[in-house]
Every structure is written in C-alpha cells, then in structure tokens.
C-alpha cells in the first residue's frame, strides 16, 4: 500500500459490534464516545504524521501536511512533505493532484484501486460495523491516559478496499475522545501509522475550500476502472 493509498483508511471509526466478550466492555465505552464526538462534529482539520513500515525494509517512509474534512461527503488531504499532493474527495468523486507532475488524477472512490477505502471511514458516518469488528483476542494495550486502543479487524464482506488490511488500531485523545493515532496492518506486513495533532472542530469550512480547479498546463487523467470480481 502506497503512501496515497493508505490516506483514506487513515481515520477510521466503528458504530457497534456484535456481542463482544466481557473485556470488551470498556473498548465499548471508548468506541461510544469516540463515535458522539464525531457526531457532534460538522468540520474538522488537523495536522499529520505519516509513517510507512515496508516489509523488507529498514527504513520507514516519512510524510506530513494537513487534512480537512466537512460533512457531508467533503475530503481535503493535502501531503507537503516530502512531496506535495493534493487529494479531493466530494461523495464518490475523487481528485489527486500532483503539481510536481503537473497532472490531475480523476475518478470514483468506487472505482479505484482496492487499497482505496469508503469515505465513510474518514468521516464517521452511520454503519460502519458494517465493515468492522472488535478484535476478539484479549489486550491490555492502553494509550493516551490509560484509554484501551480500539483493535479493528475488517469483516470478510467488508468493501473491497480493505481485503488487505488485517486489522487496524484505533487510539483516542483522553479529554476530546477524537483520533489521535491509527495503525493499518496490511496482510503483507507493511504497517501505515497516522498521528494527528492540532486538532480544530467546527470551525466552519467553506465548501468552496474542498473545490480543486485544474491549473493551466495541468493534464487530467482518468482513474482506471475496476474489473468486475
């Protein structure tokens, strides 16, 4: 999974399991709050840190820059280092814009690459445990203030994009309950980890932020459509 093919999974979110065993019970507790925040919430920014894990390889691979989301449907990722790109999502429509390449990626959340994921994952909207359960196994892992992490595992009729993640840890905020840390563990073995950080809640975003306008000079290119399973 690529540097841009994990964005989407980055800030993943449940609404409910099927009857979890007793240790459990508190990443229920997390699971509610983290979802009433995100309820509450009609826009959101934030600073990131990702980084890649390659299985094979020593070294990890380092990006940061900015997300934006708004509800409904409204994704703003902007990746300024190392490289700068600029990713779009408005409902199922998706722009990737490379300006060191000077081209425009355009297509469907649907009909991209399967390590493309729903924009419902970034968002926090409703059904999600449509895609999830909570990891059956026991864990004492803790995070922010003693917090459980959220394990993740993707449901076998789960979309498409996540047949390569294997499962996903969720760690929330002690105070605000929203995202602080997400870790993708694809099936191959390469880890993606999200840090989010700066944190800004309903400070109204414009949709016209969420617009890209081609520049001048910049080629649009078409996403390849998925084959039929």
Request: charged share 25%; hydrophobic share 40%; proline share 7%.
């Amino acid at each position: 999974m690529t540097r841009t093919a994990s964005w989407i999974v980055a800030a993943v979110l449940l609404a409910g399991v099927f009857a979890p065993p007793a240790w459990a019970e508190d990443v229920k507790e997390v699971v509610k709050k983290l979802q009433a925040r995100y309820e509450q919430t009609k826009d959101l920014s934030a600073q990131f840190t990702q980084t890649t894990k390659i299985e094979g390889f020593a070294t990890p691979i380092t990006s940061s820059g900015h997300v934006y989301i708004k509800k409904p449907g409204r994704l703003r990722w902007d990746y300024l280092e190392p490289n700068v790109e600029e990713i779009y999502v408005t409902q199922d429509d998706v722009k990737m814009y490379v300006p060191e390449h000077k081209q425009v990626l355009v297509g469907k959340l649907t009909q991209m690459t399967a390590s493309q994921a729903p924009l419902e994952l970034l968002q926090g909207a409703a059904k999600l445990e449509e895609h999830y359960t909570i990891d059956p196994a026991p864990s004492e892992a803790k995070g922010e203030g003693g917090i459980p992490l959220i394990p993740l595992i993707p449901k076998q009729e789960a979309h498409e994009s996540l047949r390569t993640v294997a499962r996903i840890v969720v760690e929330v905020q002690a105070k605000t309950y929203f995202i602080k840390r997400v870790a993708i563990h694809e099936t191959g073995g390469n880890v993606s980890t999200f840090e989010f950080s700066h944190l800004k809640a309903n400070a109204g975003l414009k949709n016209a932020f969420f617009e890209f306008k081609t520049p001048p000079g910049v080629e649009v290119v078409k996403a390849p459509t998925l084959s039929p399973p």
